[in-house]
């Protein structure tokens, strides 16, 4: 799967953002990702045969309670972690892409901050990408409302109660992001994330750091 011709072909995180690289470490978080889901989808199967073959009303509600916490507690704390690390590795590998086109031209790696919303202007203005373009706008779209998701599933973990205390203006705009997006939802305050938001984010990375690196 590695490049035998590095190095240490097994220190993938060294390797610089080339299309194999970065299809191999998404790749590895997409496979994780996906096998897990199909676990959970025959966990959450078997749930449901168990409730509907119950013998009575009480064993009935217990199993219920059991299928409610495994939606909002194992099913989205795996969603969640995911979408956390898909996220740093976008962060690292467009970090990666700058420090490498800064090399190969011979220029100055003068980023102010650090961030995608760092990275996309220093990339814009010294190498001319176009990220107005359709082949890059419709995955910036998709990573621009990940990277309003992961604020506040890293600091609240996703309690957007909690989250107004952290900044009311950007947790009003988040609601706003939630109720027009497929695949997010609230239940209360917590956001909730469905299986297809996550592969669809994984995608979106995946194809944004292709056409950028």
């Known amino acids: 799967m590695f ?13 610089p953002p080339t299309s194999q690289t970065i299809r191999n470490r998404v790749g590895v978080v997409r496979n994780h990702f996906l096998n897990a889901e199909r676990l959970h989808a025959e966990d959450r199967l078997e749930l449901n045969r168990n ?4 013998p009575h009303e009480g064993i009935r509600e217990q199993l219920e309670i059991e299928l409610h916490i495994f939606g909002h ?6 969603r969640v972690s995911t979408l956390l690390i898909v996220y740093s590795l976008l962060e690292n590998l467009m970090a990666k892409v700058c420090k490498y ?3 190969k031209h011979n220029i100055e790696d003068d980023i102010v901050g650090y961030g995608i919303l760092s990275f996309k202007p220093y990339l814009e203005n010294n190498f001319g990408l176009n990220f107005s373009a359709p082949e890059i706008e419709k995955h910036w779209a998709r990573v621009s409302t990940l990277n309003k998701l992961r ?5 609240s973990e996703g309690d957007l109660e909690q989250y107004a205390h952290f900044s009311k203006d950007q947790c009003i ?8 997006t ?4 609230l239940y209360s305050n917590t956001i909730m994330i469905s299986e297809g938001f996550v592969t669809q984010s994984i995608d979106a990375v995946e194809n944004l750091l292709l056409a950028i690196e």
Request: proline share 0%.
């Open 182 to 185: 497929k695949g997010l939802s």
């Open 101 to 103: 086109k800064a090399e």
């Open 173 to 180: 705009k988040l609601k706003k992001t939630i109720n027009s």
């Open 151 to 155: 604020n506040s599933l890293a600091h």
């Open 73 to 78: 507690f194992f099913e989205r704390i795996h």
């Open 3 to 15: 490049s035998k011709k590095a190095i240490n072909s097994y220190d993938f995180l060294s390797l």
């Open 51 to 54: 409730i509907s073959e119950a």
